[in-house]
């Protein structure tokens, strides 16, 4: 059993940085892949990054590489999601999940752990 809570959400403006965290609890942390996703009012969930279980392999969406950074701290039970360049279409509820099929890692689906998700609100 894992529980995820995340945070570090808030309102900023575009260009500004945000970085989320998802605090783990449970012995398997380590041995699962981590992704972040998030759902916009209206849409579905949708992919934004994963960590394979060692932090060594990650993997993101093409709308956010280059600006956004998934890590993971195995000893702390905790991965990040760095955010560089928001913008106002990054605006959604994010969050992180627990999957143990690393090929599996962009299908929501998959996922068998979820936190509550943590509100980014990106301004113009």
């Known amino acids: 059993q894992v529980q995820l809570v995340e945070s570090g959400g808030g309102l900023v403006q575009a260009g500004d940085s945000l970085r989320l965290s998802c605090a783990a609890s449970?012995?398997?942390?380590?041995?699962?892949?981590m992704g972040w996703f998030r759902q916009a009012p209206g849409k579905e969930r949708e992919f934004v990054a994963a960590?394979?279980?060692?932090?060594?392999?990650?993997y993101y969406a093409d709308s956010v590489k280059g600006r956004f950074t998934i890590s993971r701290d195995n000893a702390k039970k905790t991965v990040y999601l760095q955010m560089n360049s928001l913008k106002p279409e990054d605006t959604a509820v994010y969050y992180c999940?627990?999957?143990?099929?690393?090929?599996?890692?962009?299908?929501?689906?998959?996922?068998?752990?979820w936190g509550q998700g943590t509100q980014v609100t990106v301004s113009s």
């Open positions: 999940g627990a999957n143990s099929d690393w090929n599996a890692k962009v299908a929501a689906e998959k996922y068998t752990y």
């Open positions: 449970g012995r398997t942390f380590a041995s699962y892949t």
């Open positions: 960590i394979n279980w060692s932090g060594v392999i990650t």
